[in-house]
């Protein structure tokens, strides 16, 4: 039996597509923080004392925006997400 969900339906339960589709080199705090189970006030503390936390954000336009890979290998997954 195969079961078909839409976008919104998803979405709805979950608020961020799984860190295997992410496909952008960086994620705004709210996602980073979803995918690394912490608070997003957590990482911007990350951000104000440097060197604390796994993960080291860049500024975008005044926004920190944390790096895939950075939350990939600090989670302990390998790997890119493969599009057919």
């Known amino acids: ?21 992410e496909n952008r080199p960086m994620v705004p705090t ?12 957590t990482l911007r503390k990350w951000a104000v004392y440097d060197g604390t936390g796994p993960v080291r954000p860049t500024r975008c336009n005044g926004r920190l925006m944390w790096p895939i890979d950075q ?6 997954v390998q790997g890119k997400a493969v599009f057919a």
């Open 1 to 21: 039996m195969e079961i078909a969900i839409n976008a919104a339906a998803f979405l709805a339960v979950q608020p961020f597509p799984p860190l295997s589709l």
């Open 30 to 41: 709210e996602q980073a923080a979803y995918y690394l189970h912490r608070k997003p006030q």
């Open 71 to 76: 939350i990939r290998t600090a989670l302990g």
